[in-house]
């Protein structure tokens, strides 16, 4: 079963723009992972969030964290094209399995 | 340093066979995890192995099994295949910690089709 929920499903900017995406959960978590996914490969881990932070930096990327309202953003600042790609947000509540979130499509175009 | 790495990266089978897949973890890492990425269904856990014993299982029929081995690399086996198996099948490893999980490695998938 899914924990997460992501949205928007799809997203479509431009190279440069900003783009961000949610993800919501339903149970208490010990942390939040990002992955991104290109072309049906495999996972890529892009950012871990523990259940005690809000918010947190790497690179071109910023997740935030509510758990009081059992939600994450991750933004990705100056799209470039090698962005494109599916991303995940993916919860861990004990007994260390991911439960991943169904996914944005993210689509950056020239 | 070597990834996770599965093998076959495609593997054809029909309906009623059985299909094993392989999974070796990054050097170092104990504990192996087994997902499946199925067609609109998203990526659904199915199988934990850390230090040789299965430690948490998936929502999935007794028909999918597996084990690890004392190198840490690990099989899925899949019997009576059914065409709904169809799906990307990708491991991941990670150092291994019972309580919480930190980083999992994904391995580039093992594509199972079932016709």
């Known amino acids: 079963s899914q924990q997460g929920e992501e949205d928007p499903q799809a997203l479509s900017i431009q190279e440069g723009e900003n783009a961000t995406m949610n993800c919501s959960y339903k149970t208490s978590i010990n942390n939040l992972q990002w992955y991104r996914q290109n072309s049906g490969r495999g996972l890529v881990h892009l950012i871990l969030?523990?259940?005690?932070?809000r918010e947190k930096h790497s690179g071109r990327l910023r997740v935030t964290l509510d758990t009081s309202k059992k939600s994450s953003s991750l933004l990705i600042t100056a799209s470039r094209a090698a962005d494109t790609a599916s991303y995940f947000c993916a919860t861990v509540s004990g007994a260390s399995k991911l439960t991943f979130g169904t996914g944005t499509r993210l689509q950056v175009t020239l | 340093e070597a990834g996770v790495t599965q093998s076959p990266t495609h593997l054809i089978k029909t309906r009623g066979q059985q299909a094993t897949l392989r999974c070796s973890p990054i050097?170092?890492?104990?504990?192996v995890y087994w997902y499946q990425q199925a067609l609109g269904l998203g990526l659904q856990f199915l199988l934990w192995y850390d230090e040789g014993e299965e430690r948490n299982r998936g929502n999935f029929p007794p028909r999918f099994s597996g084990r690890q081995f004392p190198n840490y690399s690990s099989e899925l086996n899949v019997n009576a295949l059914e065409l709904e198996d169809s799906a990307l099948y990708l491991c991941?490893?990670?150092?291994?910690?019972?309580?919480?999980?930190?980083?999992?490695?994904f391995g580039p998938g093992t594509r199972l089709l079932v016709l």
């Open positions: 969030i523990r259940s005690n932070e």
């Open positions: 991941a490893s990670s150092l291994g910690d019972r309580r919480v999980a930190e980083t999992q490695y």
């Open positions: 050097s170092g890492h104990t504990s």
